[in-house]
Structure formats: C-alpha cells, structure tokens
C-alpha cells in the first residue's frame, strides 16, 4: 500500500472545494492519524468512502503508516507539500544548481546582475503566485549571498523584492517550505517588527506570525493603542526551516539582504527585533536578549539610522510568561517614542 494514496487521499477529503495543491492546507500527521484512530477497521475495507485509503491494506500497514507517520512528525515533516511524491534520486539534475536569468519585477525591470551568475529564477506563468517549488538545489552559499546582495540592492519597490524571492533559488530552505512568507500589515507603517523564520502556521498561511506566538504579537500591539494593520511584519528568513530548526548562518546571511532592503523601502520610525536571532543579525551585536532587550539601537540601512529596539521573542513570553513585565516596559518606551516623533519632539531616550 502506498504512502502516498493515504496522503492524496487526506489532502483531498479534507480540504473540500480546493485542489490538493491550494491552501490551506491541514497538517499531514494530525489528518492521518486522525483517520487510524476513528476507523481503525483491521481489513480496512469497512467503509467505501475509505476504500481507496485500505484498499490492499492489513492491520500491520496500519501500524505501519501510524509508525511511519509518527517518526515523521517527530522528525519535522508535519504536512504534505504535495499530492504526487518526488523521487529526488531519479531526478537528472541533482548536481546543477538551477541558476537562470533573473525574473522582471511586477512593476518595473530589475537587472540583477552579479559578477557570479543571478540565482534568480525565470519566471514560470503557470505557477501559483505564492507556491515555492518542490524540488531544486541551492548553489553554494557564497554565490547564493552575492547573488542576494546583488538582486535585493535593486528592488526598486516591497513588491519588486517579494517577486525576488519568489523566483530567488539561492537558499535551500525554498524547497523544503510550503510558500514564501514576505510580510504582513502596512507597509507604510511607522513601526516595524522582525521575527526570526516561518514556523508552521505561517508556512500554511503565508503571513507571518499568524500561530500562537502571533496572537501573542497582536496583544503586545494592541497594548500600545495600535492594529496588527498598522504595523509591518516581517522576518529574517521568509521560509518556513523545515521542522522549525534553527536556520544556519549560511541561510541567514543569504536572507540578510533581502530584510535589510524591505526594511529600507519601509523605512519605519521604529524598528523592532523580536528575540536573539533577529537582535544579533540586524544589530550585529553578539549579546544576547537579556541584555539587548529594552536598549535603543541605531539600524544603520545605509542611507539613514533608524531607531531601533529589540524585544522578547513572542513564543519566548509564551514559554516564560514572568518576563511579559519586562516586555510590557520595552513596548511603552516603543510608543514614547512614536509619540514624541509625531508631536515632532526630540526623542527623550
Ligand atoms: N516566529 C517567528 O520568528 N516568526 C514567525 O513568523 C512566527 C513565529
């Protein structure tokens, strides 16, 4: 029995009306094992809706799937990024890295040329806007990151740079998520928040903190008077690690231009990292939270400095909701200063 007729088969039942490649999608482990509790039949041939599911299946297949679905979950792999499965070691070009010519921005030309070629893929009409590949093979990251640097200096606009990244192969993390997560909100807010990456929820949505640590970031805006619509989101890595792992440094210095230029186009009053990775990387500091939190930085985007300030990691609060106090003070000097600099003052920090 194959795997894969058990994953069609839960990505079609379960999301009725869409196509099995549309979102959102549901996680893979929840709706299967979901299915083996409820209708454990150990022909499997009780139900003709099920049919196809159990078709040649014993009770060891379902025991077998539940295993087999259990180590994938606690392995990471929590939904299916496909309806067809991909033998990756039948593919004819695994050692070539897919490096074309750049894609044209939505409103207006980017040459993304580099000394090393674009890793910028052309543009393929009849992909969904937001769906990443399932399969590719990153370059290496020091012709991933030039060609980065290279690509993101050019965006002329927010949504030139998020037709980047959709057509950007250079980080490998492309192929393992479900879709690009650019940003949520406004992009002509005055404030700015950067987490670090994707987790599951987002990779499904496609916005940022849209999860339980999202729900967390909507109260801490909603304490200092503002919408989640009135701020702009984004993170230091718009893909989704797989499994939640912490992404590399290769991975985050390949990202690192693209958030630094979407925070230079948004050009916010305020700026705000939520937690260590997004402090050190925009902050080039190597202190961690506990000291960085609450002190005022200047992000240098080149062009100007931007007062910038980082704070506890939502999820962090989540796990340690003692420090809430201390976030709850980092988010009052935050409004201060949006305040003072809307009734034109010198900032008083
Ligand atoms: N954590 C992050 O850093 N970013 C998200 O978008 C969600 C969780």
Redesign the pocket.
Known sequence: MPLRLVVSDFLLKNNRGKQPSGLPRKPLTQLALHRLEHDPDPKGRASAKWEPVFANMTSDHATTVRELLAFYLEAGIDCALGDEPIDHLSAPDLATPNIATPAPASDGPITAKTGTAPVVAARQPSRQATAAPRAGIAPPPDIAIESAREAARTAPSLEALRALLESFEGCALKFTASRL?FADGNPQARLMFV?????R??DIEGL????R??QLLNRMIAAIGLKRGDVY?A?VIPWRPPGNRTPTPQETQICLPFIRRQIELVNPDVLVT??NP?TQTLLQTREGIMKTRGRWFDYDTGTRAIRAMATF???YLLRSPSYKRLAWLDLRAIAKVLEDKALGQPAST
Do not use: K, Y
């Not at 987490?195 to 987790?199: I, M, Q, R, S, T």
């Not at 940022?208 to 999860?211: A, E, M, R, S």
């Open positions: 997560v987490g670090e990456a994707p987790g929820d987002e940022p903190f849209v999860g640590s999202g989101i993170n939520l937690g997004s990691h939502p999820a």
